[in-house]
């Protein structure tokens, strides 16, 4: 009875809420992933992993926008908040259109590079960008003003809509399709849309933004954008790459071992929500924002080491658990491909934390680890365990840069500070 009375006291706060609900959003993702991969089995599912790289890459490429609506929505109030969320939203829906429209007039292009079964899935894809960037805008005002639990509905929606749906065609249909994966995922980012916050748009009145304001926007948008396709780069560039250069049952396997070793840079993203607004409001505020850092790259580091030894102990049993001894094969390179996605998500939190002070060398950092990466994997393809080694160098040395550039930056405030 205590230990009731006690629980009941506590309050749980929005932060946890939202924690929770990604943690959520990850595993239903993951059965997403899963079923597919059990039911397609390697080749088809590269096909599917394919679609799923180009919803990851999609979700960066308008992180850009969600992560510049948060900051100025923390900056901004009243009236210059709305004409600000106005006009990014048209931009957004601008960039989206242009982005859909490009992919389905490539779509014949697309199928000839990722050796698809398909050119249709491109095309429905193409069709649901604009609402991704849309969605995108809505989500970037509720992380800014840390309204998270409107912010857990709408990756919820979009999680649960993309899961039933899409499984609901294969299962009462019995259609194992890459176009019906594309079908799932176009509706699932109009569900994301829900709920939407129309209350901030002012259509009717003028973008009264100034000139300093402007310049702000825009400086923060493009070096956020610059970082947005460094996070393509390198968390992406391997699947496509390892689909263009091996057979379609090798790209399955690859593409099982991508998702099982991402784990923990899914969760590492969950602490970039929080982290953004926070240091953002901090400095704001006039506070130290190094311990909030240190705090979350504490967290990533211990997730990180927890899942890297786990897949260490028992890869074969993972594999088999998740998805079937069909992909067992892969089992030798799971730690290997866990100690790369690990040292990517410590750099990725360093990278963010300077982001949200507007100091960007580490994205520029970032920018060339992840042409590196693409290189060294161009130049060394010989077996998919090349791959993965590579990939290890590539991160091992963009960890080790953004230490000591953290040390140095630290060090220099230290002693302006004394």
């Known amino acids: 009875m205590q230990i009731l009375a006690v629980l009941k006291s506590r309050k749980i706060t929005p932060e946890q809420i939202f924690m929770l609900s990604v943690l959520l959003v990850n595993g239903g993702n993951y059965l997403y992933n899963l079923i597919l991969g059990r039911i397609l089995g390697p ?26 609506t948060a900051k100025f929505s923390v900056l901004f109030e009243n009236d210059v908040l709305g004409n600000f969320v106005t006009k990014i939203y048209k931009q957004a829906l601008l960039v989206g259109v242009l982005m859909g429209i490009a992919i389905v007039v490539f779509s014949k292009q697309l199928q000839i590079v990722f050796n698809t079964s398909s050119s249709n899935m491109f095309v429905i894809f193409g069709v649901g960008v604009p609402l991704y960037f849309l969605m995108s805008v809505n989500r970037g005002v509720y ?30 249909l ?3 399709s890459s176009v019906v994966i594309a079908i799932g995922i176009l509706l699932s980012f109009a569900f994301g849309l829900i709920p939407f916050k129309f209350s901030l748009l002012n259509f009717k009145g003028h973008i009264s933004l100034s000139e300093t304001q402007t310049k702000n926007i825009r400086n923060f948008f493009v070096i956020t954008a610059f970082y947005e396709l460094t996070q393509i780069i390198i968390n992406n560039s391997d699947i496509l790459l390892v689909k263009h250069y091996f057979e379609s049952y090798e790209a399955g396997l690859y593409a099982s071992l991508a998702l099982i070793g991402r784990i923990v840079y899914f969760i590492a993203w969950m602490f970039v929500m929080l982290l953004l607004p926070t240091v953002v409001q901090q400095k704001k505020d006039g506070l130290d924002t190094a311990p909030t850092l240190f705090k979350y790259v504490g967290y990533i580091a211990a997730i990180s080491t927890t899942i890297v030894l786990v897949c260490s102990i028992m890869p074969q049993t993972i594999i088999t658990i998740l998805f079937g001894k069909s992909y067992i094969a892969m ?38 680890f992840g042409v590196l990466q693409i290189a060294l994997v161009v130049f060394y393809h010989e077996s998919l365990a090349q791959v993965v080694h590579v990939q290890i160098i590539a991160m091992f040395l963009l960890l080790c840069i953004q230490l000591v550039f953290f040390k140095l930056s630290h060090n220099k405030k230290a002693v302006s500070l004394k």
Not at 43 to 68: E, G, H, P
Not at 146 to 169: C, D, P, V, W
Request: hydrophobic residues 60%; proline residues 2%; glycine residues 4%.
């Open 143 to 172: 992380q800014g003003k840390k309204a998270f639990k409107n912010l857990s509905i709408t990756y919820q929606l979009e999680m649960l809509s993309r899961l039933l749906i899409t499984l609901g065609i294969i299962f009462l």
């Open 331 to 368: 089992a030798p390179l799971l730690w290997k491909y866990a100690i790369a996605t690990s040292m990517f998500a410590i750099s990725n939190i360093f990278a963010y934390y300077y982001l949200s002070l507007d100091k960007y060398i580490p994205v520029v950092i970032s920018g060339i």
């Open 174 to 176: 019995n259609i194992q």
């Open 43 to 68: 080749a088809q599912f590269a096909d599917a992993a394919v679609l799923i790289t180009f919803l990851l890459v999609l979700s960066f490429a308008a992180m850009t926008f969600q992560l510049v």
